[in-house]
């Protein structure tokens, strides 16, 4: 009896987070849909596309990718590539570059919504 209380638990447990996952999977992006953007759990971004420091300074820029943990960005362009990737173009909130040098980065949405790397809000 004991192993079929248990079987069940856990089968439930896993339609559960299954049904989660689907939800954000489900979820379609929108231009002018905002967007949060978190600090990875690794430590370094993965899906959003910044560009390398060398490359910032080079272009008169300040910062790292760690100093946007919490900023707000707003969805200026959505599109799907052949291999149902929807890639989106952002720029901050609040008007200004990302590092003081870029307008606009790009994200692979489905890839770091599941990497908790932005939130929808």
Do not use: W
Request: net charge positive.
């Amino acid at each position: 009896m004991k192993k079929y209380l248990i079987a069940s638990i856990l089968t439930l447990g896993m339609l559960t987070a299954q049904a989660q996952e689907n939800d954000l999977a489900n979820y379609e992006i929108k231009v002018g849909d905002t967007l949060e953007l978190n600090e990875p759990k690794s430590g370094k971004y993965k899906y959003v596309k910044f560009p390398k420091l060398n490359f910032i300074k080079k272009r008169g820029g300040i910062g790292s990718p760690s100093d946007l943990d919490g900023e707000y960005v707003v969805v200026t362009k959505v599109r799907t590539t052949k291999k149902d990737i929807t890639k989106i173009k952002v720029k901050r909130a609040n008007g200004r570059k990302f590092f003081n040098a870029y307008p606009s980065m790009t994200v692979h949405f489905e890839d770091a919504l599941g990497a908790g790397e932005v939130n929808i809000k």
